[in-house]
């Protein structure tokens, strides 16, 4: 009886175990994913869904997303300015190029680091998700040239930036301002 007894304990342990496992790693695989007739197609649909071509990809919103697909996600040397320095939208075929797949998924699931790249959103992508992302770029192959690597705050630049914080004009300033304090 007490061996039935300490039986049962050590498999509702193991079950308890288990399902914290999996409560760690399957929250991605069970997020809600893009459903198409191929990775490939999937991953094209989310990085233009998805808003990437928005940044990492040069003259996108000037020609109304009308850039063929061979100069897709090859970076931009436009860089974004604030108090984190400056930061460049980086050439994710290069990127893709040089990393495995699981490389590639670990990093959209667990980097944290510089805006405006929207980590917070990309750490929440189901992992078949992000998969079809790297199968996507490593379709296109790689092209263009590296970025730069962005610099720390106060560090000097030499490349046209976005300031990330808009000046305010002082007229607008004393009016915000006194709502504020009301
Ligand atoms: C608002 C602009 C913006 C958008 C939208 C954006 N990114 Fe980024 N991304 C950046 C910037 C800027 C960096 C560089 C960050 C740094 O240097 O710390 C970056 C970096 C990255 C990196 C790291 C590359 C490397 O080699 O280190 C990956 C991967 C990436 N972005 C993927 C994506 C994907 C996929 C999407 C779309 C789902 C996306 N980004 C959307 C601005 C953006």
């Known amino acids: 009886m007490q061996g039935t007894v300490r039986f049962s304990m050590s498999v509702w342990a193991a079950v308890a175990l288990g399902a914290a496992a999996l409560a760690g790693c399957s ?10 007739a191929s990775e490939v197609a999937a991953g094209r649909y989310l990085v233009t869904i998805g808003g990437c071509n928005d940044c990492h990809t040069q003259g996108w919103n000037t020609s109304g997303g009308k850039l063929p697909e061979g100069q ?32 590639f998924v670990h990093m959209l699931h667990t980097r944290t680091d510089r805006p405006p790249m929207p980590w917070m959103n990309l750490n929440r992508m189901n992992e078949a998700d ?8 490593r379709s ?43």
């Open 130 to 137: 992000a998969k079809a992302i790297y199968v996507f770029l």
């Open 27 to 36: 929250a991605k695989s069970e997020a809600p994913r893009v459903v198409a």
């Open 72 to 103: 897709w996600l090859t970076g931009t040397k436009v860089g974004w300015q604030g108090p984190w320095g400056v930061t460049y939208p980086q050439n994710l075929r290069l990127t893709a190029a040089k990393m495995t797949e699981a490389e």
């Open 140 to 182: 296109l192959g790689p092209a263009g040239e590296a970025m730069p690597a962005g610099t720390a705050p106060g560090e000097a630049v030499t490349t046209p930036v976005i300031p990330v914080e808009p000046p305010t004009p002082p007229s607008t300033r004393a009016a915000n301002e006194t709502k504020v304090a009301k």
